[in-house]
């Protein structure tokens, strides 16, 4: 391959590097497998790098399991009692679940449909969202979206107290609504569906819905939501984390039922805290999303990955 064609189509830089191979002998040419970009193996130092990262990433869970395997004497001896699990974590975990005081299956059941809700609700709005914003025309529509961003910018805990205000004016303190209602849409939702919507969804598909007579409901139900299925994946799985482990505005407008982070501090003795049940129960909480993972991160994965190659 001439160094002149190489120059073309990659820069001087790729010139330069092809007249230094050309000098050791080894010259680029048409059918050399070893440039093409998907045959290339990563290096030693990219598998170092991802090793730190799964390292640090997989140690809290890890430490988690230790001192909820360990006792209170061992936690006081040793800020890492043990390097192995014992059997004493299950013994805990089936303490915790046993409890009658906290009531763990309630818990849970609230837990789950806090945020099986919440994930529905916002994969739905924010993809209408979305499609609104990234594919039709209408007055103030930039403003509205920078608008819509610029929430993103305001932290929770401003809208804490108005927000309590309102619960309390519907009577839906200590209900589920309360956890359900404010959270059914989000800015980053909107944002990152328009985002995707913007470039997986050809325009010439929503003109031929028009042109057939759908509605505009129609053609987003039938054409923009199945589109934005991969986005929408993972959207609701990071939406069902941060549900899940939502503390702080539970914390707030609860005071008799409650839900698997709420249930943590109720672990803890009234003098004395043990430590082991208490890590016992951050581990039980954060069980449920380490099996979403294993079992649905492949999926996710491929998916995300066929929407950004149809896009």
């Known amino acids: 391959m001439s160094t002149a064609y190489i120059e073309n189509v990659s820069g001087a830089g790729a010139k330069k590097y092809a007249k230094?191979?050309?000098a050791k002998g080894k010259p680029i040419t048409l059918?050399?497998?070893s440039h093409n970009p998907a045959n290339r193996r990563p290096g030693w130092v990219t598998y170092g790098l991802l090793s730190v990262v799964l390292l640090a990433s997989v140690f809290p869970l890890y430490y988690t399991a230790i001192l909820g395997s360990a006792t209170r004497v061992e936690i006081a001896q040793s800020a890492l009692p043990r390097l192995v699990p014992g059997p004493n974590l299950l013994r805990n975990l089936a303490d915790i679940v046993a409890n009658h005081q906290i009531d763990f299956w309630a818990s849970f059941a609230n837990s789950v449909i806090v945020a099986v809700v919440v994930s529905a609700a916002t994969v739905f709005f924010s993809t209408l969202a979305g499609f609104s914003f990234a594919k039709?025309?209408?007055?103030?529509k930039n403003g509205l979206y920078v608008f819509v961003i610029a929430t993103m910018a305001i932290p929770m805990q401003l809208g804490t107290v108005p927000m309590f205000i309102m619960m309390n004016e519907f009577g839906w303190l200590d209900t589920l609504t309360a956890l359900i209602v404010p959270s059914l849409v989000g800015a980053f939702g909107v944002f990152w569906m328009t985002q995707y919507l913007s470039e997986a969804l050809p325009y010439e598909l929503v003109e031929a819905a028009r042109v057939d007579g759908a509605t505009v409901f129609r053609t987003f139900w039938s054409i923009a939501l199945p589109a934005?299925?991969?986005a929408a994946a993972t959207l609701a799985l990071f939406t069902f984390v941060g549900s899940w482990n939502n503390f702080f505005w539970p914390s707030v407008v609860m005071r008799?039922?409650?839900?698997?982070?709420?249930?943590?501090?109720?672990?803890?003795?009234?003098?004395?805290?043990?430590?082991?049940?208490v890590m016992s129960g951050v581990f039980l909480i954060?069980?449920?999303?380490?099996?979403?993972f294993v079992f649905l991160g492949k999926q996710l994965v491929s998916g995300v990955m066929?929407?950004?190659v149809k896009g």
């Open 20 to 22: 230094k191979r050309a």
């Open 31 to 33: 059918n050399s497998q």
């Open 136 to 140: 039709l025309d209408f007055r103030g």
């Open 228 to 230: 934005a299925r991969p």
């Open 256 to 277: 008799t039922q409650m839900t698997l982070p709420l249930v943590i501090p109720q672990l803890s003795g009234a003098f004395t805290a043990d430590h082991a049940v």
């Open 286 to 292: 954060a069980l449920p999303l380490l099996i979403v």
């Open 306 to 308: 066929a929407g950004a």
